[in-house]
């Protein structure tokens, strides 16, 4: 059974930091894309830094300059730092592979684990 466990949220003031991990139970070294989604409450989820296994990276421009992601394919394991926090990054925070056709594959089926409740206070 995959397991995807997040840690790292909780409440900080605007301007703060939080950085995030992401721990698989199983291998992620044949994983291309994996990335960080949020969830504010009443809306969808979206995909806001995602990072390749070539260390290629990506971000939604509403993280741009602030967030960090990366990854130790070493220890299954995917970070986020996050600086400059915003009320708006308030939010549940998930990694998991990029793509619901690939996360199947990888996983067997669209699994997402519990995330992990980042709020950002004004």
């Known amino acids: 059974q995959v397991q995807l466990v997040e840690s790292g949220g909780g409440l900080v003031q605007t301007g703060g930091s939080l950085r995030l991990s992401c721990a698989a139970s199983?291998?992620?070294?044949?994983?291309?894309?994996m990335g960080w989604y949020r969830q504010a409450p009443g809306q969808q989820r979206e995909l806001v830094a995602t990072i390749r296994s070539d260390g290629y990276t990506d971000y939604v421009d509403s993280v741009k300059g602030r967030f960090t992601i990366s990854r130790d394919n070493a220890k299954n394991t995917v970070y986020l730092q996050m600086n400059s926090l915003k009320p708006e990054d308030t939010a549940v925070y998930y990694c998991?592979?990029?793509?619901?056709?690939?996360?199947?594959?990888?996983?067997?089926?669209?699994?997402w684990g519990q995330g992990t409740q980042v709020t950002v206070s004004s």
């Open positions: 998991n592979v990029v793509g619901e056709r690939t996360r199947v594959t990888a996983w067997g089926y669209n699994y």
């Open positions: 199983r291998s992620i070294v044949s994983i291309n894309a």
